[in-house]
């Protein structure tokens, strides 16, 4: 049964990383669930409730998170949210990450949460992560 995989990872900054799990989307046991409409709204504005729960419907639709850590992650509102939506006790995804650089922040709601973290930004860093991903949180 194919692992599927929401990804969450900033919009603006990461996108070529999303493009590459694209392309790696073709290997038969991963399956990744991309949402194809960048938020481009505040977090806390009008149409964001809209969007969280478009968000939430196709987060429900994975049984894993993976996070593409980036230079502004750590910033990112919407990426918090994604990682806190994903720990709630109706999704309990499981969460693995990998980060862009090793320099790069973790975003806080990472920590303490048990996420496998892929040393490198590889198919096989990635499936490993994936591979040793749990919900215990």
């Known amino acids: 049964m194919a692992k599927k995989v929401f990804i969450s990872y900033d919009h603006s900054e990461d996108r070529h990383y999303k493009d590459l799990l694209r ?3 073709a290997n038969s046991n991963f399956e990744f669930e991309f949402d194809q409409r960048s938020p481009n709204v505040a977090i806390n504005s009008e149409d ?4 969280k729960q478009s968000l ?4 429900g639709e994975a049984n894993y998170l993976l996070v593409i850590v980036g230079e502004k992650s750590h910033k990112s509102n919407w990426m918090q949210w994604e990682i806190e939506r994903a720990k709630q006790s109706d999704m309990k995804l499981r969460l693995a990450a990998v ?7 973790t975003p806080s709601a990472l920590l303490g949460s048990g996420t496998s ?3 490198s930004f590889t198919r096989d860093g990635i499936i490993n ?3 040793s991903a749990s919900n215990n949180y």
Do not use: E, P
């Open 56 to 59: 939430a419907r196709k987060m």
């Open 129 to 131: 992560a994936l591979n």
């Open 48 to 51: 964001a409730t809209r969007i």
């Open 99 to 105: 980060k862009i650089s090793s320099g790069y922040t």
């Open 23 to 25: 392309a790696w989307d």
């Open 117 to 119: 973290f892929a040393v």
